[in-house]
């Protein structure tokens, strides 16, 4: 088989397979932001900080700890950074008034509502039904590949019904991964 011809069915499930797993992976990134009851430290390592004029991710600026479950701990590399940070923190949608007492900023967590976890699980649900709807369009683009395969006589119809339903099988193992990692958050949520 020439370069120039159409991918392989392996290179075809191999890359439907990648890109499944990274939908999955991007999922529970996105989910590691969102607030639960408890404090972590990727609540806060991800906000923009202005550092040099350059939005700069605080977990560059600060050593940041979680001293007790409801207390996220700010401690800059450079004293001189407190104000920005602290700043940040307060433009974040954290809906959190940081504490500084010179060297190091406190983030209390105040207990969430049960009106705001009922719309963290809505945020949740959200994000889970757009990583499945983004596994499905893979799905797609696999099954549109294989058949134009099947189409050019690279393969035969039997393989491709084959390698059809592999797609499938791993579309459906990846849902259910998404299901579980957003049923495991909206517990998390809820706990009080």
């Known amino acids: ?3 120039d011809e159409a991918l392989s069915v392996d290179d075809i499930l191999l890359d439907a397979d990648d890109r499944m ?30 550092y040099y004029g350059t939005p700069t991710p605080l977990l560059q600026l600060a050593v940041i700890g979680v001293p007790d479950p409801r ?6 590399f450079n004293k001189s950074d407190i104000g920005e940070i602290q700043k ?40 889970v039904e757009e990583a ?10 696999a099954n549109k590949a294989l058949k134009a395969t ?4 690279q393969i035969s119809e039997d393989e491709m019904e084959l390698a059809l339903e592999e797609v499938q099988s ?5 849902e259910e991964r998404i299901d579980e990692i957003g049923k495991a958050k909206e517990a998390e949520i809820m706990e009080v």
Request: net charge positive; charged share 35%; hydrophobic share 35%.
């Open 1 to 3: 088989m020439s370069t």
């Open 21 to 50: 797993d990274k939908s999955v992976k991007a999922l529970q990134d996105d989910l590691r932001i969102i607030r639960t009851g408890r404090a972590s430290p990727a609540l806060v390592e991800h906000i923009p900080v202005t």
């Open 71 to 76: 207390m996220i701990t700010v401690r800059p």
């Open 88 to 127: 940040a923190i307060m433009k974040s949608d954290l809906g959190i008034t940081p504490t500084n007492d010179g060297t190091m900023i406190r983030l209390a967590l105040p207990p969430l509502t049960e009106e705001r976890r009922r719309e963290l699980a809505k945020q949740v649900k959200k994000r």
């Open 132 to 141: 499945k709807v983004s596994a499905r369009n893979i799905r797609r683009d």
């Open 150 to 153: 099947e189409s050019d006589k």
């Open 170 to 174: 791993m579309l459906e193992k990846a």
